[in-house]
């Protein structure tokens, strides 16, 4: 079967870095994506790997090993604003999404 | 430029009436899709279309059928609603390329209470 692992809830100080991991298993693949969605409102696209290694958006990084059927987001000097759902999300061999269940991030001051 | 609008934003339906939810694009992006978000859950696909007058079946049809007369209109409905299918939905776009990043665009929701 297809299945995706993330951690229900995080917490993290703002300034400081935090990690939010993802495994996931399934016969194919096409990709991993992460969205952000703050409370009561639409995910929002924040990025796409398909091949292994990090890649690196302003204060986001998302990281993909696909023997591993791992990957993590890392969002360095937090703000408040950053408290939301990660949304860890991949694509299987028919380029249909299997969306995790979130990860909720609380950032305190 | 809109993106990508929902109507309603919230409802209150009583079970075993009709409803339907309503979803209208502006990007001019071939496939659209439904997806229904209940609290532990990942998002779950109930139907889809990559292109205007074609539909596919997601992983939760059961309940609910779609129409996709043109490229932007992609009208969800309820035939006979059941306290089950108190959710959010959420309507989602994409340009439909064929593999690759096929980014989806999301509409703000609608939040259906079935009572």
């Known amino acids: 079967g297809q299945n995706i692992d993330q951690p229900t809830e995080m917490t993290a100080t703002e300034g400081a870095i935090v990690q939010i991991n993802c495994t996931y298993q399934?016969?194919?693949?096409?990709?991993l994506f992460w969205y952000q969605q703050h409370a009561g409102e639409a995910p929002t696209f924040l990025s796409y790997?398909?091949l292994d290694g990090l890649e690196e958006k302003g204060r986001f990084s998302s990281f993909l090993s696909r023997s591993k059927g791992y990957s993590y987001l890392l969002l360095k000097e937090l703000q408040m604003k950053d408290s939301a759902s990660y949304l860890c999300?991949?694509?299987?061999?028919?380029?249909?999404?299997?969306w995790g269940a979130g990860t909720k991030l609380i950032i305190k001051p | 430029i809109a993106g990508i609008t929902q109507a309603p934003t919230s409802q209150i339906l009583a079970a075993g009436r009709r409803m339907t939810l309503r979803c209208t694009q502006d990007?001019?992006?071939?496939?659209m899709y439904w997806y229904r978000q209940d609290l532990g859950l990942g998002l779950r696909l109930i139907h889809y279309?990559?292109?205007?007058?074609?539909?596919g079946k997601g992983e939760v049809p059961d309940g609910y059928s779609v129409s996709r007369a043109n490229t932007d209109d992609f009208p969800l409905t309820l035939a006979s609603a059941v306290p089950s299918q108190t959710s959010v939905y959420f309507c989602?776009?994409?340009?439909?390329?064929?593999?690759?990043?096929?980014?989806?665009?999301f509409g703000p929701g609608t939040r259906l209470t079935v009572l």
């Open positions: 989602a776009s994409s340009e439909g390329t064929s593999g690759g990043a096929d980014t989806q665009y």
């Open positions: 990007m001019r992006h071939n496939a």
């Open positions: 279309s990559n292109t205007a007058g074609t539909t």
């Open positions: 399934t016969s194919g693949f096409n990709g």
């Open positions: 790997n398909v």
């Open positions: 999300v991949f694509m299987d061999s028919n380029y249909q999404l299997i």
